[in-house]
Nanobody, 120 residues
Framework: QVQLVESGGGLVQAGGSLRLSCAAS????????MGWYRQAPGNQRELVAR???????NYADSVKGRFTISRDNAKNTVYLQMNSLKPEDTAVYYC??????????????WGKGTLVTVSS
């Protein structure tokens, strides 16, 4: 069984910062790309940022220059540093990762999400 557990969400004023963390645990052989998605009420889930196992990153245009994704492979953890937050960043943020288990099965796993609320 593989689990992704997010933490770090909360309420912050516009212009403020938050750091999200997502730790992977369980029956894992290897972890590939890891990413953060978000879903605001009434909207589809969208990619925020993604990082490969080798550290290559890509970002949604709406967060470029404000958000930074990073990972600690020793801790099986991905982070999202969010600066200069705007009310439109308000959403549930989900962690996502491509994981191969010890018995050879590869699939994409999702966390349960953490709520980020940015007040104006």
């Amino acid at each position: 069984q593989v689990q992704l557990v997010e933490s770090g969400g909360g309420l912050v004023q516009a212009g403020g910062s938050l750091r999200l963390s997502c730790a992977a645990s369980g029956n894992m052989f290897s972890i590939g790309a890891m990413g953060w998605y978000r879903q605001a009420p009434g909207n589809q889930r969208e990619l925020v940022a993604r990082i490969t196992s080798g550290g290559i990153t890509n970002y949604a245009d709406s967060v470029k220059g404000r958000f930074t994704i990073s990972r600690d492979n020793a801790k099986n953890t991905v982070y999202l540093q969010m600066n200069s937050l705007k009310p439109e960043d308000t959403a549930v943020y989900y962690c996502n990762s491509a994981i191969t288990t010890r018995n050879g099965y590869g699939m994409t796993y999702w966390g349960k999400g953490t709520l980020v609320t940015v007040s104006s």
